[in-house]
């Protein structure tokens, strides 16, 4: 993880930390089909996944950011890979590996405020 790994004050900035840390998440509380995470240059959302592909996408504005946020956007999309729609189950799901998520998703929108704010991000 970065040059520092688990435990220190992690940063993720490359695939390569940001597909470790999705493999632990998904190792750890999920154990679906996963094949890879990584940065992708995308401005309207965090992240999104391919069903198809089992791949996970994570917005590059992410990368370097605390790493609460990046854990939430991981377990968040980890989860769509299970269940497509944001109703309780999946809610469910996410509380697992991040049970803090409402306020993770608080952090995301004052992270985008104070990064992004002319850009936009819901
Ligand atoms: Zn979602």
Known sequence: ?????????L???SDDDLRRLAKMINETYYNLPLKNA???KQYS?????SLKTRQIY??????GAPLELIWYVLTHEIC???????NARYWNLVSKACPDYINCRKMLKAYAMQNYAKEGYR
């Open 45 to 49: 959302t965090w992240g999104t996944c």
């Open 38 to 40: 990584i940065f992708h």
């Open 80 to 86: 769509h890979l299970e269940e497509r729609s944001h």
């Open 58 to 63: 994570v917005s590059h504005r992410l990368k």
């Open 1 to 9: 993880m970065g040059n520092r790994g688990f435990g220190g004050h």
């Open 11 to 13: 940063v993720v900035r």
